[in-house]
C-alpha cells in the first residue's frame, strides 16, 4: 500500500490574536482544542488560562486535525515576538508536509482444512516512520478478533524513514490491515471452492480471540445476511469473468468490517433555565460527523424541550473536558457525559417540582417520570411544567457540570461490525474500472440519528473508493520528498466517481458498552471498503492485483 494523504478541502491555519495582558487567542482548525491549549501552554511556558484555542467549525480534518500541525506554534511564535496578532495559512503543497497514512508492505499465509475452517492464520505487516518518532497502529490483530483460528501468528515491523513523522488517517491501522485480511479471505475461498460469504460464517467468531471476552454485541451475522439480500448476492455467477454488461466485465465482492467501539473520559456542562431554554457544551470538535446534532439531540431528548430551544457549544478550550474528536468516540463519550450531567439536571428539577405546595409529582422517583414536551409526567399522568418545578426551586435556573468514564474492567470486548457488498462495471478493452453499486451493512450499537449516521458511512465509502483505485501518494527516493503535492496529481474521488451507495443499520442492542448503548459509526464505512472493491475486481476479471492502488495501466499489465 503506499503513502496517502488526508487531503481536507480546506487549508491549515491559525490566527493567534493578541489580547494585550498575555493571553492569547487562537484560532486553529484543529480536532482538538484542549490538545492544542496545552501544547502551546508547554511549548512557550505559560499557564493553561493566559492561552484559548477556538475551532468551532473545522471543516475537512480526517486524523490531520488530531495533534498539534506547524501553523500553530508558528503563529503563537510570530504573536508573542510581535506583541500583535499573526495569521498562518498553509499552501496546498505544504498541506502534503503534515502526517500521512503512512506506505505498508503486508504478507500473509492462510491454510484451512476440508470444510473451509481455518487451521492456520499468519500475517505479518511492515510499515514505516520517521527517524525521530516510532508511529504505528494495530493493523495485523484484527483477524483474531473476526475469525476463529487456533493458530495464528502476527508481526509487526517499522522502518525509519528520512521522512515526517506518519499520523492517523480514517481508521488507521484497520482500514490497512483489513484491506490484505479480507484480500486473502477472498482468495482462501476461491482455493477452497467455498462462497466468500460461506468462509466467513464458517469461521465467525463470538469472543475476541486476543483479550478472550465476548463480545458485548455483534450482529455480524445479521449484517451478512440483510447485506447479501439487498445487494442480490445469492445471483451471483462465482466463476471470474462470468458476468458481463455488454462491453464490461462484472464482478462482485464483499468483505468484512470492524472496529474498536471506545470510549474516553469526557465532561460536559448543561444549563436550564426557567424559560425552558437548555445550552450543552463540552469542548469537543465537529468535523463533520454531526457533533452539534448529537449534542443538541440528547439534551433536547433527555430533559425534554424542543429541539429549537437547545444550544450546543463546543470548539473551545475552556469549555469542559473532551477528548480529541477521532477513532470514532466522540458520541459514546461526550454523548455519555451529556447523559450523566442531564440525569443530574433531572434530578434536582423533580427535587423542585416536588417542592411546590400540592405537587402532583410528590413521592415520585425518576425513574416513575419521563422528561416531554416541556413537562415531567408521571406514569399515571400526573405531571407539572419544567418552567413552574423551577419556579417552586426558586432559582432562575439550573447549572451542572458532570464526567463520564468508560468501565475499564469491563469483561467485554466492544468493537462495531460491517458487512461490503461491491459491484464493479470494467471495460474489457480499455481497462477502466467503475464502481457502481455498494451496500454497507453496519452494526454499530443505538444510531442517534441515521441520516446524519448514514452520511459518515457514505463519506467512508468514498474514501474506500479512493484507497482501492485512485489515491497514491509518489515518493522521489533520492531525496525522500512527496512528489504528487496537489490536488491534480494526487487523485481523490469526484462526483463522477461515486454512484449508488446503499447504507443499511442493522439493529443492535448494547446494554453493556455505555448507558446509552452508543458505538461510533466515523470509522467502519472505510473498513474493507477497499478489499470489497478490489475482490470485485478479481470476481469481473481473473487477476489479482496486490498493489493499491489498482489503476488502469496495473490491470492492464498483470
Not at 6 to 33: C, L, S
Not at 62 to 81: D, I, K, M, N
Not at 195 to 214: A, F, H, T
Not at 413 to 420: K, L, P, R, V, Y
Request: aromatic share 6%.
Amino acid at each position: 500500500m503506499p503513502v496517502e494523504h488526508h487531503n481536507a478541502m480546506e487549508m491549515f491555519a491559525a490566527t493567534a490574536v493578541w489580547e494585550g495582558d498575555g493571553r492569547i487567542t487562537v484560532y486553529d482548525k484543529t480536532q482538538g482544542p484542549q490538545n492544542c491549549r496545552d501544547y502551546v501552554a508547554n511549548v512557550f511556558g505559560r499557564r493553561q488560562e493566559k492561552v484559548r484555542v477556538l475551532c468551532p467549525y473545522v471543516g475537512g480534518g480526517f486524523g490531520s486535525g488530531l495533534r498539534p500541525q506547524y501553523e500553530l506554534p508558528l503563529a503563537v511564535l510570530a504573536t508573542l515576538a510581535l506583541k500583535r496578532s499573526v495569521q498562518v495559512a498553509l499552501t496546498r503543497q505544504q498541506m502534503f508536509t503534515l502526517g500521512y497514512r503512512a506506505a505498508n508492505i503486508q504478507s500473509l499465509a492462510l491454510a484451512a482444512d476440508r470444510d473451509g475452517r481455518l487451521a492456520a492464520f499468519r500475517h505479518t505487516f511492515i510499515g514505516m516512520t520517521s527517524q525521530f518518532e516510532d508511529f504505528q497502529r494495530n493493523s495485523v490483530g484484527w483477524s483474531s478478533q473476526l475469525y476463529s483460528c487456533a493458530n495464528v501468528e502476527t508481526a509487526q515491523k517499522l522502518v525509519k524513514l528520512d521522512q515526517n513523522t506518519p499520523c492517523d488517517m480514517r481508521a488507521p491501522g484497520g482500514a490497512e490491515g483489513l484491506f490484505a485480511i479480507e484480500w486473502a479471505m477472498d482468495e482462501l475461498a476461491y482455493a477452497a471452492g467455498l462462497d466468500p460469504l460461506e468462509l466467513r460464517l464458517i469461521n465467525y467468531s463470538d469472543k475476541d480471540q486476543i483479550e478472550d471476552k465476548p463480545y458485548s454485541s455483534k450482529e455480524l451475522r445479521e449484517c451478512y445476511r440483510q447485506g447479501a439480500e439487498r445487494f442480490g448476492w445469492s445471483k451471483r455467477n462465482p466463476q471470474p469473468r462470468s458476468m458481463r454488461d455488454g462491453n464490461e466485465l462484472v464482478g462482485w465482492g464483499m468483505a468484512t468490517g470492524i472496529w474498536e467501539a471506545m470510549q474516553m473520559p469526557a465532561s460536559a456542562r448543561a444549563v436550564l433555565t426557567a424559560n425552558g431554554s437548555v445550552e450543552i457544551a463540552s469542548a469537543t470538535a465537529d468535523i463533520g460527523p454531526g457533533t452539534y446534532t448529537m449534542m443538541t439531540q440528547l439534551a433536547a431528548e433527555m430533559l425534554g424541550v424542543p429541539l429549537d430551544q437547545v444550544t450546543a457549544k463546543l470548539g473551545d478550550s475552556t469549555l469542559p473536558d473532551a477528548p480529541v474528536e477521532g477513532g470514532s468516540f466522540t458520541t459514546s463519550s461526550v454523548g455519555s457525559a451529556i447523559h450523566t450531567v442531564c440525569r443530574a439536571v433531572q434530578e434536582e428539577l423533580l427535587q423542585f417540582a416536588q417542592q411546590a405546595g400540592g405537587s402532583p409529582l410528590a413521592g415520585a422517583r425518576l425513574d416513575q417520570v419521563t422528561f416531554a414536551g416541556g413537562k415531567i409526567r408521571r406514569d399515571d399522568g400526573r405531571e407539572m411544567s419544567i418552567a413552574d418545578a423551577i419556579r417552586a426551586g426558586k432559582v432562575d435556573r439550573i447549572e451542572k457540570e458532570a464526567n463520564a468514564e468508560p468501565d475499564e474492567n469491563s469483561k467485554y470486548a466492544h468493537f462495531t461490525h460491517s458487512a461490503i457488498f461491491a459491484e464493479v462495471k470494467i471495460d474489457e478493452q480499455l481497462g477502466v474500472i467503475r464502481v457502481t453499486r455498494v451496500v454497507s451493512a453496519v452494526a454499530a450499537g443505538r444510531i442517534l440519528n441515521p441520516k446524519v449516521a448514514g452520511s459518515q458511512i457514505i463519506g467512508a465509502v468514498v474514501g474506500g473508493i479512493g484507497m482501492a483505485l485512485h489515491e497514491e501518494t509518489a515518493t522521489d527516493h533520492r531525496f525522500g520528498r512527496f512528489m504528487t503535492h496537489n490536488l491534480a496529481d494526487y487523485h481523490v474521488p469526484t462526483s463522477a466517481d461515486v454512484q449508488a451507495i446503499d447504507v443499511i443499520f442493522v439493529e443492535e442492542r448494547d446494554q453493556e458498552i455505555n448507558q446509552l448503548g452508543i458505538k461510533g459509526v466515523g470509522e467502519i464505512g472505510i473498513v474493507g471498503t477497499a478489499a470489497a472493491i478490489a475482490n470485485a475486481i478479481y470476481h469481473a476479471t481473473g487477476k489479482r492485483i496486490r498493489d493499491l492502488p489498482i489503476t488502469i495501466d496495473r490491470l492492464m499489465r498483470w
